[in-house]
């Protein structure tokens, strides 16, 4: 049974505390927003680097054509992690940003390890797949667990990565999870500035284990710049958020971009999906209280238990090399 909620609880939400989000117009029509104490004005939305190396897997020209029409299009921010489809994510990525297309992007990647060594492998791997001397911003990747931000700052990996900022080969850190906020809020307690959060941001989020409601307020205060992801409940929406809810992926994405995130990690598999968010983001415009009102009302009969958010309740989603590091059986 579908159970109600009263307009007071979904006035309590923080879709309807939290500012509208900054933007700029840019000169092609998609705004940007600032990440951060970075001062970096980036897309408001990222194009996701798991997706475009799957996309490279069944057809390297077409993957390399997204990207280049994506860069085309505005889309300035190239998110990307060490383990991608074992590297080839990153691959991939390398090929398409080729001839100068480097220079047109803020390009991120993630760091798989907590210890200095492995951090440092991670990024000399990183560097020469992205076929780059630098990468714009590094973060530690899946924070999920209650330990992980310790052993970040316990094993060498944090001291390894300011390390690489100095040497130029990193601009700024930041970090990534997806399964407790908890854990992001641990690891902005932790004794340093971090330029960026990633976290998911979609509706059912406002209900269960909350990112937004928890840990974007924390990071507003910090001045932490906060990338959104799994905007459609961390999978298509017709696979993880029921259609009977009516919920749509235009919605989805509305949502999320109403919400003050730096940027939104989206992930294509063809032309089509990028140029739907592309309108989606030309000239956009925060959705007002009404509208979020009415998206959450669909959404909250069935939030509340995680059903749709598998990330934050399962190992499911959590990769294999943080899999092994705590020990823990890989695959499902």
């Known amino acids: 049974m579908a159970l109600g909620f009263s307009r007071r609880g979904l006035l309590s939400l923080a879709a309807f505390t939290l500012p509208a989000p900054a933007q700029q117009a840019s000169a092609n029509g998609l705004p940007t927003r600032r990440l951060g104490r970075t001062n970096e004005q980036v897309s408001i939305l990222a194009l996701g680097g798991a997706h475009a190396g799957r996309a490279g897997q069944k057809d390297r020209q077409a993957a390399i054509r997204l990207m280049h029409t994506a860069i085309d299009e505005g889309i300035t921010f190239f998110d990307n992690a060490w383990d991608y489809h074992n590297g080839w994510g990153e691959e991939m990525m390398g090929l398409g940003l080729e001839g100068g297309w480097r220079k047109r992007v803020f390009l991120m990647t993630k760091n798989c390890a907590p210890d200095y060594e492995g951090s440092r492998k991670c990024l000399e791997d990183s560097l020469r797949r992205l076929k780059t001397d630098h990468v714009d911003l590094w973060q530690f990747h899946e924070m999920n667990y209650d330990n992980d931000p310790d052993w970040v700052f316990e094993s060498g990996g944090l001291k390894y990565a300011q390390e690489a900022v100095k040497a130029g080969k990193v601009r700024y850190l930041g970090f990534t999870g997806h399964k407790d906020p908890r854990i992001h809020l641990k690891m902005l ?17 406002a209900f269960y284990r909350s990112f937004q409601n928890q840990v974007l307020p924390v990071c507003l205060k910090k001045n932490t710049g906060v990338i959104g992801m799994k905007s459609l409940g961390g999978g298509p929406v017709t696979a993880r958020i029921p259609s009977h809810t009516r919920i749509t992926a235009e919605q989805c994405v509305r949502f999320a971009l109403s919400l003050p995130v730096s940027t939104l990690c989206r992930g294509y598999m063809s032309l089509e999906q990028l140029q739907a968010d592309i309108r989606i983001a030309r000239d956009f415009k925060p959705l007002t209280t009404a509208e979020k009102r009415e998206i959450l009302a669909l959404a909250a009969p069935e939030a509340g238990d995680g059903r749709h958010e598998l990330f934050k309740s399962t190992q499911v989603f959590d990769g294999a090399p943080h899999r092994t590091l705590h020990g823990f059986a890989l695959g499902d």
């Open 189 to 205: 307690a932790k004794p340093f500035d971090w330029a960026s959060a990633q976290m998911p941001i979609n509706v059912m989020d």
